[in-house]
């Protein structure tokens, strides 16, 4: 069965740190381009950052530029968002989506896969 599973989320203080992974399975992902996204309590699933297949671009929505990375471990079919400098306006589920082309994508309907996100909560 082809599933993302993402980990490492929790309660962190604002100005924390969290890494958030997300492992692949069921087959390969290193021809596809991967993204982060997340979603607050009354709010629209919104984009966080992708990179391509390659793992030579990557693009972050502004307000986690300087702040967050992702990065992605081709032989442990796993992709990463480093999360740094955290706030409280970053608290939200965060998932992990895969699409089947090899560019960057911002837009939830450009993935084809999704995980089934893991919490992250920042306390002021």
């Known amino acids: 069965q082809v599933q993302l599973v993402e980990s490492g989320g929790g309660l962190v203080q604002a100005g924390g740190s969290l890494r958030l992974s997300c492992a692949a399975s069921?087959?390969?992902?290193?021809?596809?381009?991967m993204g982060w996204f997340r979603q607050a309590p009354g709010k629209e699933r919104e984009f966080v950052a992708t990179i391509n297949w390659s793992g030579g671009s990557t693009y972050y929505t502004d307000s986690v530029k300087g702040r967050f990375t992702i990065s992605r471990d081709y032989a442990k079919n796993t992709v990463y968002l480093q999360m740094n400098s955290l706030k409280p306006e970053d608290t939200a589920v965060y998932y992990c989506?895969?699409?089947w082309g090899s560019g960057l994508g911002s837009r939830a309907y450009e993935y084809n896969l999704w995980g089934q996100g893991t919490q992250v909560t920042v306390s002021s």
């Open positions: 069921g087959r390969t992902f290193s021809s596809h381009a």
């Open positions: 989506a895969a699409r």
